[in-house]
């Protein structure tokens, strides 16, 4: 079983050798291999730059999934871009799950920059949020089209919705301004024959049946540092959202190997059983975690894997 095979099986709901792993975003790769991923400018320049950047992040790409055995890999260098959808596909084939991630395709904490406007209008100028999100949507739903034409596996819509107290307005208005623009977003993927992940930070127990409700089939982050406890969540989701995540991401950046060993064998013996999880950490490998600290994870991963297979084959 490859990678792809694994995470899509484990998606789908049916048995698979180990749960998959991969990360939203392996960014210490200096620090791993003495290399740095191409800049931004690179990608924006066009024409034999862009194609050299291309070339070079997919073969950064490649030796961060053999180093860490990932069975899927998400193109957030350049991001939402179906060129480097289609180079991945290219590079890796059928032996790993592809996903493209999508930005501000509905209202999130990243796109709001005027906080008190925004809550105004929330309530005397709701016309005008209405109009926003309609935008950021149809935006969205040309770029999962180009991404998944590309040959995406999977499409992660990344919008923060929650604080560490909570969703970043009530579930109530949730309902009206972002959940109906989410659920289009989420069938578009689903049209392509393609699944839906949604990644958001904090506290988001009092929203996540609306996420449930608008199709999200794979739940990330799962954050513990705001409170959300994965053996909750997966009592909530089973049978209906797989879970990925929930490894705390303070620990990996400055905890003891202790505490994330403790934090990895929670998301693994509550998230695995019954299938629908895939291992990782609670947010990204951002700069700043060490390298040995993501090398412990992984070595308690794959300890707990040779221990207790039969406990996510069941």
């Not at 796109?111 to 999100?133: C, G, N």
């Not at 909570?166 to 989420?186: E, H, N, W």
């Not at 929203?207 to 909530?236: C, N, T, Y």
């Amino acid at each position: 079983m490859n990678g792809r095979e694994r995470l899509l099986a484990t998606l789908a709901g049916r048995p698979v050798d180990r749960p998959p792993v991969m990360e939203i975003d392996f960014a210490p790769v200096k620090e791993a291999f003495g290399v740095e991923f191409p800049s931004r400018n690179d990608f924006l320049a066009g024409g034999q730059t862009r194609e050299r950047a291309l070339a070079r992040t997919m073969e950064i790409n490649q030796r961060i999934i053999e180093e860490f055995a990932w069975d899927g890999i998400i193109l957030l260098r350049p991001a939402q871009d179906a060129d480097g959808v289609a180079a991945a596909r290219k590079a890796f084939g059928d032996r790993t799950a592809i996903g493209g991630i999508l930005w501000e395709g509905v209202w999130s904490i990243d796109i709001i920059k005027d906080w008190p406007k925004f809550s105004e209008d929330l309530f005397d100028h709701p016309e005008t949020v209405h109009a926003q999100a309609e935008q950021y949507c149809r935006i969205g739903l040309d770029r999962i089209d180009r991404m998944s034409d590309a040959g995406a596996d999977f499409i992660l819509i990344a919008s923060d919705v929650g604080f560490n107290g909570g969703p970043f307005m009530s579930p109530d208005q949730f309902k009206i301004f972002v959940t109906p623009y989410l659920a289009r977003l989420c069938q578009r993927i689903r049209d392509h024959g393609i699944i839906p992940m949604y990644h958001s930070d904090g506290m988001i127990m009092p929203i996540i049946d609306q996420l449930m409700d608008a199709g999200v089939a794979v739940l990330q982050s799962i954050d513990p540092m705001a409170g959300m406890d994965i053996r909750v969540v997966k009592e909530l989701t089973r049978g209906r959202m797989a879970l990925m995540g929930n490894v705390r991401c303070d620990h990996l950046q400055h905890g003891t190997p202790e505490q994330i060993t403790e934090s990895a064998l929670y998301a693994l013996e509550h998230g695995s059983p019954g299938g629908g999880f895939i291992f990782s950490s609670s947010n990204t490998i951002f700069d700043g975690v060490p390298v040995e600290n993501y090398r412990l994870m992984l070595s308690v991963f794959r300890h707990w894997c040779d221990q207790r297979k039969s406990l996510f084959l069941s």
